[in-house]
Each structure stands twice: as C-alpha cells, then as structure tokens.
C-alpha cells in the first residue's frame, strides 16, 4: 500500500507544471582523505523539485536516494545481506553550508563548469544558479556543481563533468526517464521500524546519506 501512495504521489508531481530546470548531471568523485571513501562517480537527476542521486562504486555496484519533498520523503535504494531494500523516511536535513551566503551580480566571482556558469557559494563550493536548488543534504544556496559532500565522518568532493539539460517529455510515460522516481521492481519497501522487525537490526548509519 505504501509503494501504491509513494507511486500516486510522484505521479501528481511530475504532472505540475515544472517550476525549476530538469536535468542530468555526472560528477567524478575524489576522497576528501588519504584511503577515505568516495563512490566512482555520482549521478543527480532532477524534475519539478525531485531529485535522484546515484552512487556507483568501481566494482558496478549502485545505491540510489530518491528525494521527493517533504510531502512524501525520501527512498534509499540499497542491498543488505542480499536483500534489495527501499528504506523510505523523511526528507534529509539541510546542510549546515547551504545557509551559505552566494555572491550575485557585478561582484560575483564565476567559474565555468562543464558548460554552465557557476558562482562561489561557500568554501571551495561552486553553484550553478540556473540549475535551481540543491538537492536536500547538499551544500550550496543552489545546484553545486563543485563541492564537498558530507555525512557522517566521510566527506568527498564531486565535480561535474557533463550537464543534459532535459524536458517534461523525458519524464512522460515514454520518455527515457519516465521510471526514475519510481521505487525500483523487486525491491522489499519498508520504513525504519519495518527494516528492524525484518532484519532484527538498525538501519545501519552508512546507509544514511546527507
């Protein structure tokens, strides 16, 4: 019943009219720290306020976190002990950086990254204004495209290396996004008491991102 609400949700959502840019973006991951961990690359899809963060590490594997508001939460898609597992929850907190104050105007320092006009917005951050805001959890007053992401005692810095800019065809029924805010086939949908009950564990806090 869950996954049947979560669906109809993001249905209603995708089908106002888009109010921010629609877009995918590939960034390269580096460690923050010497041996620390960092995915091999990072995936950000957005649509009318959604987003879709993917993970991907060097052997393949994936782990993805569907941000829909806070009207509807957060979906963190990963495997435990074999188990394909969508944990839904509550939207992330806001990074303590995106309060940052950008600069805007004559005075602005500007940087171009993969094509698109960034301007600083906190230490080392780079935000591309013309994207919209950033992804809950993010740091940046709006899409970074060049920042540090933190959560727990591992942080790593993303830096994007392409941007397609997309439309609502992409995300209608044909399009070649139409399924990305869909909870993934096959996956067991449970809440943070329903992860304890069938495991007999806590969520563990590395599965928790931003």
């Known amino acids: 019943m869950k996954t049947i609400c979560i669906f109809i949700a993001v249905c209603f959502a995708l089908n106002l009219s888009a109010q921010t840019p629609s877009y995918s973006i590939s960034f390269s991951c580096i460690p923050s720290h010497e041996n620390g961990f960092a995915p091999s690359e990072v995936e950000v899809i957005s649509h009318s306020g959604s987003f879709k963060i993917t993970e991907h590490s060097e052997s393949g594997k994936t782990q993805s976190f569907l941000l ?3 009207a509807i939460g957060s979906v963190n898609q990963f495997t435990f002990f074999g188990t394909q597992v969508a944990l839904t929850g509550p ?11 950008s600069v805007f105007g004559q005075d602005a320092i500007e940087r171009e990254i993969a094509g698109i006009r960034c301007v600083s917005c906190g230490k080392n951050n780079w935000c591309a204004p013309s994207l919209g ?7 940046g007053t709006s899409m970074p495209l060049e920042a540090t992401i933190k959560y727990g005692d591992i942080s790593y810095l993303v830096v994007a290396t392409s941007v397609t800019i997309l439309t609502d065809k992409d995300f209608r029924r044909s399009g070649s996004h139409a399924n990305t805010f869909n909870i993934e086939k096959g996956r067991t949908v449970v809440d943070a008491k329903g992860f304890v009950e069938l495991f007999q564990l ?7 991102r931003y």
Request: net charge negative; aromatic share 4%.
């Open 91 to 101: 939207m992330p907190k806001a990074s303590a950086d995106s309060s940052t104050n």
């Open 68 to 70: 829909l508001g806070e």
């Open 133 to 139: 805001a950033a992804p809950a959890g993010w740091p």
């Open 202 to 208: 806590s969520p563990p806090a590395e599965v928790i």
